[in-house]
């Protein structure tokens, strides 16, 4: 099932190949802005070592994905197969789609691949991964490795309040990072105080945090915004399609204009632009809803005087 005419332009580096997915079929997966060529492998492992052995001498590929919704490639990952992922130097973006992140598997052997070679990742993503027995350790020790990363996405991946623990022990001086999409999961107050701990640190440089589909609460959204009172640089944090209601909202709207004094007014937030996030359009200039009430239209109004 392997394309060969893919697998031959990889081998000839063809400088037009740089967006690259590797998976089992059928496979639905795409990411924005990016065309991916695709190779489709068996479960034999043969395939797939042609491959990352290919991939490990191109020096045009940017970004690849593994996809492996049927897990039948993970019966035979072995080290070895994804040694040529270690050599590889031009791929600044990895994505694990579909996978079953455990302590073995293709999305462990990847992992262990690329924490040995870190240096050159600046983007990473998964999302509808199953993060399971182990596999949350190897992810953090990778992540931990991959001091260069400006944005990590994390998304559908039932990531709960422990695992998040671990992500942000593994990320806590990563100076480079911008972008922590966190969506679709299942995070609730535990998961908002270690995010917390992160944006209290002067190191942090995170500017957008996504976190809207989670399970978080008026404590969280209140631990959130204490988060950001001396922060003057998260300018978006997504927290719609949770569970927050006035009390919530309310604390956001005191963090952009405290009014106890005029003292509290001029030091308010002045940095926050956005707060809540529809699909893949992300905007604070329309009456939005959250699942269990309105977002007021007075925050809106407060984050457009930072825009």
């Known amino acids: 099932m392997m394309n060969v005419p893919t697998l031959n332009r990889i081998r000839r580096d063809d400088p037009i190949l740089t967006h690259f997915l590797i998976c089992e079929p059928p496979t639905t997966v795409s990411r924005q802005g990016s065309h991916f060529d695709t190779a489709y492998i068996d479960h034999d492992g043969i395939d797939l070592k042609s491959i ?71 983007k990473f993503a998964i999302w509808r991964c199953a993060i399971q027995n182990g596999g949350i350790r190897s992810l953090a020790s990778t992540l931990s490795r991959c001091t260069r990363l400006t944005e990590i996405s994390l998304s559908s991946c039932h990531i709960t309040d422990s695992i998040v623990e671990d992500l942000v022990r593994s990320v806590q001086g990563h100076a480079e990072l911008r972008t922590l999409e966190l969506h679709n999961n299942d995070i609730q107050q535990r998961g908002c105080e270690s995010l917390s701990t992160l944006l209290l640190d002067p190191k942090c440089n995170i500017v957008n945090l996504d976190l809207h589909n989670n399970m978080i609460d008026d404590s969280g959204a209140k631990i959130m915004a204490e988060a950001l009172v001396n922060n003057n640089k998260v300018e978006s944090i997504l927290l719609d399609e949770n569970y927050i209601s006035a009390g919530g909202w309310n604390a ?46 007075r925050l809106f109004e407060l984050m457009e005087f930072n825009a």
């Open 52 to 122: 990352c052995d290919s991939i490990g001498k191109n020096s045009n590929l940017e970004d690849v994905c593994f996809d492996a919704p049927n897990g039948l490639s993970d019966a035979v990952a072995r080290s070895e197969i994804f040694e040529g992922l270690k050599h590889n130097t031009s791929i600044n973006s990895l994505g694990l789609s579909r996978c079953h992140l455990s302590s073995q598997g293709v999305a462990h052997e990847v992992l262990k691949a690329y924490e040995q070679n870190s240096k050159h990742l600046t």
């Open 252 to 297: 956001f709207s005191n963090l952009l204009c405290n009014q106890s004094s005029i003292d509290e007014t001029y030091r308010s937030n002045h940095t926050l632009r956005m707060i809540a996030s529809f699909g893949q359009v992300k905007m604070a200039g329309s009456r939005m809803y959250d699942e269990d009430g309105v977002i007021p239209n």
